[in-house]
């Protein structure tokens, strides 16, 4: 009979790891969106606390990804889609990472004009970013929904689960 | 200013976007090329084609891996090595039948 996998398979850490720095960075970038609008540190710091966390974050979904991908690569039909999140994913990963070395050199105060241009860059980064990951995640469910990457399916009469 | 900052911009956004591995789909088939990558932690190789397409092969259970007609470990794959491949397509995805070194 069908036995029921493990839970803690090493496919499954990717999604465990990737939904905080999604929502992390997103809100991150919607900070410093915002920081156009309202001045000072009320929501440049937190945003900048956001984005850190969130690209750490970022790092450690790349890494779990890359397990991961071992692992489904040889169940699912169309592994175009993989290599396709796969990239874009480090594309994504490199963009913040370069908002972050950025909004760290700006919170050391450059001259006048250099606060305004590295916050202009800092921003398109994040925009940029942000629609990458919008891009990677829609790839992501795409693996999950249309070709059960890393999933289980249960026999048709579920008799393991009884 | 604002010219030279977009420009920089779209520089870099090129950068990133060539930097990823692009691999490609064939036909269930044999094909001769040099192994250009090779991951052992996921038992994966990468090989190029004299055609230039990069097939990305993912060693299954049912993989052969041989050399002068003995079977060989994983291990003994290397970047460079002219290798053949009996490959199978099923969907877009293409499983490795038989890998054979060449050299």
Known sequence: MEQIPDFWRTEVLHPLFVHFPIALLLMATVFKIATLWVKGKFLDLPGTILLVIGTLGGWLAIYTGDLADGAVSRTICDPTVLKAHENNGYIMIWLFTAAVIIDIFYQFNFSKFKVYLAKGVLILLMITGSGYLAYVGHLGARLVYQQAAGVYIPTTNCAEFN | ?103
């Not at chain 2, 269930?28 to 994966?44: A, F, I, L, N, Q």
Request: charged fraction near 30%.
């Open chain 2, 1 to 103: 200013m604002k010219f030279k900052l977009a420009t920089a911009f779209l520089v870099i956004a090129f950068l990133f976007t060539a930097c990823g591995e692009k691999t490609d789909v064939v036909d269930s088939g044999t094909y001769r090329g040099t192994v250009d990558k090779v991951e052992p932690s996921k038992t994966e190789i990468y090989v190029k084609t004299s055609d230039n397409k990069t097939l990305e092969l993912y060693f299954t259970e049912n993989t052969t891996l041989t050399r002068n007609g003995e079977t060989v470990e994983f291990s003994n794959l290397e970047e460079g090595q002219q290798v053949e491949v009996d490959v199978e397509k099923s969907g877009k995805r293409l499983d490795p039948i038989a890998v054979r070194i060449l050299n």
